[in-house]
């Protein structure tokens, strides 16, 4: 059950996190250059209610403020250096809105929307859709959650979205896949033919999570996967050369 590779996708993990900062525009654009046909990306809601890329609860570790993001404004979150901790050459790279990443990848690079929550949101389903609506972007991107309830309200508030369940070995059971959405983003340990063939039975893509090393890359095409999400798509592009290369 190998991957069809005229339909594999390389997706970045947080843009190209393995050479920039994550959730920057600096790492999609990365992203972009290394051939990244996707990005995966983290949204959160802030306390105006917008949407900005940040996969922490707190602050702390990837930018220079201090505190939790959901009770920050965006005009707050925008006065920060999202970069500097990363290296000197992104300083004062800012923290984006979901809004900026569209406009910077629209036509060369689609996104995984991952809807991350911190327990404070504000109907986020529906800020989500209205979102990806508004800028006429719901065939350019996926929207996935550990929240399984959540990616079910996004799918049945809007059905035209391919909507998926992030899940690692404490959420998995045979429960993901009758759910309501299309596809499965499954910590590549979770990866057996057992698992491929389910997933397959059920009608649902598999995109499996994070892949750094390309032993491991080339073994996720052996068993069939959609897309791999991965720090470094440099690296997933030179694997997926290598095996067309085989062939």
């Excluded at 629209?106 to 986020?124: F, S």
Aim: aromatic share 8%.
């Amino acid at each position: 059950m190998k991957t069809n590779l005229n339909l594999f996708i390389n997706c970045a993990h947080r843009g190209a996190s393995g050479h920039a900062p994550e959730n920057t525009l600096a790492a999609m654009q990365k992203a972009i250059e290394m051939g990244a046909q996707m990005s995966e990306l983290d949204v959160q809601q802030t306390a105006d209610d917008a949407l900005v890329l940040f996969h922490d609860d707190s602050l702390n570790r990837t930018s220079t403020g201090s505190g939790l993001l959901w009770q920050k404004t965006l005009d707050e979150l925008q006065t920060l250096d999202a970069g500097s901790w990363y290296g000197e050459a992104f300083r004062d790279e800012p923290i984006p809105t979901l809004e900026q990443v569209f406009e910077l990848v629209r036509g060369k690079m689609k996104l995984n929307i991952e809807v991350k929550l911190h327990g404070h949101e504000r109907e986020v389903a529906k800020l989500v859709v209205d979102k990806i609506k508004a800028a006429n972007f719901a065939d350019q991107c996926i929207v996935t959650s550990f929240g399984h309830e959540v990616a079910d309200s996004i799918k049945a508030l809007a059905p035209e979205l391919t909507v998926g369940y992030i899940f690692d070995h404490t959420q998995y059971s045979d429960a993901v896949f009758a759910g309501p959405v299309d596809l499965l983003s499954a910590n590549y340990w979770l990866i057996t033919e057992d698992f491929m063939q389910k997933a397959r039975t059920a009608g649902k893509q598999v995109h499996v999570w994070t892949v750094n090393d390309k032993p491991t890359m080339r073994r996720m095409l052996e068993m069939g996967v959609d897309a791999v999400i991965t720090n470094y798509p440099d690296r997933l592009a030179e694997v997926v050369a290598e095996v067309k290369g085989q062939k």
